[in-house]
């Protein structure tokens, strides 16, 4: 993609780090988040999935070939799967047994495996997007479904190892009927139309995580348009509600612009906006979603005027670069998605000149409010990058992590901020990256030694001064 020049230095920088294509890292431990979810038994390499949705029931009859590697001697394997009805498993051709447990799919291996050897399992199984299930990645429409995997659901829509450590290839087919659109991210390359159903098959250039696929099926047509250097762009639009979206989707482009200038060219192949259609919109638990180059919307959501919708659109497709392109090690990590989301989507709304919700219209005003509630939500929430599974969506991993950032920028400068930004999207690009790995970054780039700097922001019980603000205060916890 020709994307716009970026200033010398930063280009120079990003070329420097940009890494040649590697193997994955050895996974760390369990995810202190959610310690029961994945295995660092193997590492999964590619997923070939397949939804057919049989719309007389609502029911979605999938497949799902994995190809793993194993990292120790197995005679089992262990998938993360829930409320999925199992009908076969096969490795490597042959039938092979299973049982469903704990959220687990085990499968018994023909043979013992040694380490580094390569495995093709393959799982055929019908799920009902409806189901009730303690917690699940299907968002069930009036004639399909969508999906919505994070953090830790996307094993309710096919098995997987579902921790972002281990991102692999995937391609995905989508079976509905003729009257019907079947979708995925990434690129579409196939149409096959056979007795009154059509598959369309897509393939995502990038690795992914598991809680990054989209999947959809429903009443939609596509919108397709472009960015900056010809990016391509395809929204996918109930047509009834094309017309209403339209100024919002035209928004795109203008974004991806003003984002580029600041991270670099896109990291994907393409881009686009689901505002997916549904009767019980109150059944999300979120606005915006950034699946992997198709970004989920709640319904309704992109019919508001631009001021009102345009800044968390940007939060959204920041997440292109951090959390998509550069996934989280854990999901301890979570302050490096959210907190670059928000702290983009809040220097876009203050240059456009428009309020936040506080009523403020400058980074630093929004930033003193924050900081003089910055040892409450260490007391209530935890420090920035120690989250548990129960608070791990609350303010302090947006807001919090802004104020990271922001002191960050205040003790190295602005053009040093710049760089160690420029740096790590480059050096994790397609892998994933730690909050250590944050802060080695950091240190690198500023020639300076800033792991006692930023882990006491990071992981303190109470809020350090702010660089360049001594009269800040912070409120007594209440």
Not at 260 to 288: H, I, K
């Amino acid at each position: 993609m020709i994307a716009k020049a970026l200033p010398p230095a930063l280009l120079a920088c990003w070329l420097a780090l940009a890494p040649a294509a590697q193997a994955a890292p050895a996974p760390g431990p369990a995810d202190p988040v959610f310690p029961g979810l994945g295995s660092t038994a193997y590492d999964a390499l590619d997923y070939h999935l397949a939804f057919d949705y049989r719309e007389a029931s609502r029911t979605v009859d999938g497949s799902a070939t994995i190809t793993a590697r194993t990292r120790q001697p197995l005679r089992s394997l262990d998938l993360d799967a829930l409320g999925l009805t199992v009908r076969q498993v096969t490795v490597d051709g042959r039938s092979a047994g299973f049982t469903l447990h704990d959220e687990k799919l085990t499968v018994q291996l023909p043979h013992r495996a040694p380490a580094g050897r390569a495995l093709t399992l393959r799982v055929d199984y019908t799920a009902d997007p409806r189901a009730a299930l303690p917690h699940t990645g299907w968002v069930p429409t009036a004639d399909g479904f969508a999906v919505a995997g994070q953090p830790n659901s996307a094993h309710t829509v096919f098995p997987c190892n579902d921790r972002p450590d281990d991102k692999a290839r995937f391609t995905v087919s989508v079976t509905a009927p003729d009257a019907l659109l079947g979708v995925a991210g990434g690129q579409p390359t196939a149409t096959r139309e056979r007795d009154g159903r059509t598959t369309r098959e897509y393939r995502y250039r990038e690795p992914m995580a598991t809680e990054l696929l989209q999947v959809a099926v429903g009443d939609y047509v596509l919108n397709e348009h472009q960015g900056p250097g010809g990016l391509p762009l395809r929204d996918v639009v109930p047509p009834a509600r094309l017309a209403a979206l339209k100024p919002a989707l035209d928004l795109t482009a203008g974004q991806l612009e003003w984002i580029e200038q600041r991270l670099g060219p896109f990291p994907f192949e393409d881009y686009g906006l689901l505002p997916v259609d549904t009767d019980a919109p109150d059944a999300f638990g979120f606005t915006g979603l950034e699946t992997q180059t198709l970004t989920l919307y709640k319904p309704g959501f992109l019919a508001q005027p631009e001021q009102a919708i345009a800044p968390l659109m940007m939060h959204e497709l920041v997440h292109s670069w951090f959390g998509d392109s550069v996934t989280p090690r854990s999901w301890s990590d979570l302050w490096l998605n959210e907190g670059h989301a928000d702290f983009y989507g809040l220097l876009y709304r203050y240059q456009q000149g428009w309020p936040d919700s506080a009523g403020l219209t400058t980074m630093d005003d929004r930033m003193r409010l924050v900081y003089s509630q910055a040892d409450q939500w260490r007391h209530d929430w935890g420090p920035v990058a120690d989250p548990t599974a129960a608070n791990l969506w609350e303010e302090q991993r947006y807001l919090g992590g802004v104020l990271v950032l922001y002191a960050l920028r205040q003790q190295v400068g602005e053009s040093v901020f710049e760089r160690i930004e420029h740096a790590f999207l480059a050096r994790y690009r397609n892998g994933n990256a730690s909050t250590a790995d944050y802060v080695a970054t950091a240190s690198e780039v500023s020639g300076q030694d800033l792991s006692g700097f930023l882990g006491a922001w990071l992981h303190g019980t109470r809020t350090p001064p702010m660089p360049g603000h001594p009269d800040w205060r912070v409120d007594p916890v209440g």
